[in-house]
């Protein structure tokens, strides 16, 4: 599944960069894309998809942590406790 999305978007942006298509071709392409980014379906996943990545990231730091240098990880968890509980990068924490 994510060899297939990877190519969907490459040939996306391929299309885009490279279309002769016109400028009304590109922002008929640009509304549906937001259309897309602001689904809330799509936004709900996205946020999932966030949260379950941070949570499996905290894991992999606490399995390898110890095997770390001591600097590394340090910054690690300093980074993570400047990060607002209800922050994303995504935007969607308020839906």
Do not use: C, H
């Not at 978007?9 to 016109?22: D, E, K, P, Q």
């Not at 999932?48 to 968890?77: F, H, Q």
């Amino acid at each position: 599944m994510r060899y297939r999305l990877t190519f969907i978007t490459g040939a996306a942006v391929g299309y885009v960069l490279g279309a002769r298509a016109g400028r009304e071709r590109y922002e008929e392409l640009r509304k549906g894309a937001q259309r897309v980014a602001q689904n809330p379906a799509v936004r709900n996943t996205a946020e999932t998809a966030a949260v379950n990545g941070r949570a499996l990231a905290a894991r992999a730091l606490d399995k390898v942590g110890e095997r770390l240098p001591g600097s590394v990880t340090s910054r690690i968890r300093s980074l993570r406790e400047q990060r607002g509980a209800d922050e994303d990068d995504w935007g969607t924490s308020n839906t």
